[in-house]
């Protein structure tokens, strides 16, 4: 099983402005020549994105800079988080090669392999034949679906392999702990993909909080907007629609969040955490009357938002088969028939009223922090704009708040004045690198380097902060269940 809806969790973008299905940024229109997705994009709905470049040649994107040595990877889940990693390779082959392959599918593997002329020896349809074998890469890139991380993470560490796994780093708190214990009791390197640690705008806030712009934090306030359609898409019909099939809402869609918060928090140590929410509307109760078990059947879709004829095949008649559409078009195959044909018989075509979903749609989670500084985190899955997160942070000598790309404003009470400061800007991330505003090309170049050069220092999400964060994570669901508010321990 792959990771399907790579950038789902982060998506940001309307349907069909997402990249990328084939691995190139790019995929085959027929009748059409092959259309960039930057193209597509809307700079108002960017979120925290910086400008997208629109000259693609690998000529012209951001240089890596020096790397002490060209670094080999095995990718394990083909899909689309497995491919836009990947994607390192084929713009920076002097950084990184892709050496191996490993998913259940076919097409997948098939996909990956020609883009990276991998030898036949090297391809597997499990992972597991791949980790019985003596490590033959220096890394391996973990982005198969949620409850099948644990597994190949601990398995490769074994081996002496070097670990980007994507996030969550796994579904359960004592399945996290077994992945550190494996990294560290084998020494090896872990990154996983909490990639808005390296994205511009939280380092500039991170920047001027630790300079002590805004004095003490007394409370961070943070939203996240999933996204109305995108909720539907993700978390009603998709992949995390179930948590027992894959995990909850807050682990699958905003550990992220609460990752941030930790990381602006500095030292501090939560101590105790409450949270509420619930799945809201997606339930068969609300199904309009007279409405049909599939979109392309149902006589009422022209007057529903969730429709997937305007999800999917609307977008894909207008030539885009990007994200989310590439996600419907499983196998391979991006053409109408092919998406209707998917409608019509997957989990994509269902009706948002008659699906097995069970995550909940809206939650907020209160914090406090060591000293008495508090933190309140809202998720909503009905928003107009998709992961155009808001932040604001209230110190003893300033406020600070950002939406967006930012730009990072700060109120200071003494000179009772705003300040404006811009976020280092990325003008020239090759478009399939620059998914969460670029924060994807800087968690690669990161990982690379710290591979290169044999340095942990140069990750910004290791091992134990992020188990810390995740941790916080289930304390929070774990409060929501037990309706209580849940204490910490050391």
Not at 116 to 142: G, T, Y
Not at 259 to 264: A, E, Q, R, Y
Request: glycine share 8%; aromatic share 8%.
């Amino acid at each position: 099983m792959t990771r399907q809806e790579g950038g789902v969790a982060d998506g940001w973008v309307l349907p069909g402005q997402h990249c990328c299905p084939n691995g190139r940024c790019c995929v085959r229109i027929p009748g059409k020549a092959l259309q960039s997705s930057a193209s597509h994009r809307e700079p108002a709905l960017q979120s925290l994105s910086a400008p997208v470049t629109r000259n693609l040649e690998p000529t012209k994107v951001e240089d890596p800079g020096r790397m002490p040595r060209q670094i080999t990877v095995l990718i394990i889940g083909a899909g689309s988080r497995g491919k836009n990693y990947s994607n390192y390779a084929l713009y920076f082959p002097e950084c990184m090669k892709v050496i191996g392959v490993a998913d259940p599918r076919a097409c997948a593997r098939k996909e990956l392999q020609e883009a990276h002329h991998v030898d036949e020896d090297n391809v597997f349809d499990d992972w597991k034949a791949a980790a019985e074998r003596e490590k033959f890469a220096d890394a391996v890139i973990i982005a198969t679906p949620d409850r099948l991380h644990k597994a190949p993470a601990v398995a490769f560490a074994q081996k002496g392999y070097h670990i980007l796994l994507e996030k969550p780093m796994a579904v359960t708190p004592e399945d996290c702990k077994e992945i550190v214990l494996a990294c560290k009791t084998y020494n090896c390197i872990l990154a996983v993909c909490h990639v808005l640690r390296y994205h511009p705008v939280s380092l500039k806030i991170k920047e001027l909080l630790d300079a002590g712009l805004i004095g003490d934090i007394c409370h961070i306030q943070h939203l996240e907007p999933v996204g109305f359609w995108h909720f539907a898409h993700s978390f009603v019909r998709g992949n995390w629609r179930n948590e027992a099939e894959s995990s909850f809402s807050l682990l699958a869609k905003s550990c992220h969040d609460i990752d941030l918060i930790n990381f602006w928090m500095g030292g501090k140590r939560c101590l105790k955490v409450s949270s509420f929410g619930s799945l809201s509307h997606f339930k068969k109760e609300h199904k309009p009357q007279g409405a049909a078990s599939r979109c392309l059947d149902c006589p009422v879709e022209q007057n529903c938002p969730y429709s997937a004829q305007k999800v999917y095949l609307k977008v894909a008649e207008q030539g885009s088969f990007h994200w989310p559409v590439s996600v419907v078009c499983s196998d391979g195959k991006y053409d109408i028939e092919a998406l209707t044909d998917a409608l019509r018989h997957g989990p994509y075509g269902r009706c948002v009223y008659e699906c097995d979903n069970d995550v909940v749609s809206n939650q907020v989670v209160n914090m406090e922090f060591e000293g008495g500084t508090t933190a309140a985190f809202t998720m909503i899955a009905f928003t107009e704009r998709l992961g155009v997160r808001k932040t604001t942070i209230y110190g003893t000598k300033g406020q600070l708040s950002c939406r967006g790309s930012g730009p990072v404003k700060v109120f200071d009470f003494l000179q009772r004045k705003k300040l404006t400061f811009q976020p280092e800007r990325t003008h020239s991330i090759v478009g399939c690198l620059n998914a969460h505003g670029g924060a994807d090309y800087f968690l690669m170049k990161s990982f690379v380097s710290a591979v290169a050069d044999n340095n942990p220092s140069l990750i910004c999400t290791g091992a134990e902060e992020t188990l810390n964060s995740h941790l916080l994570v289930f304390e929070a669901e774990r409060s929501r269940k037990e309706n209580r508010v849940v204490f910490l321990e050391k």
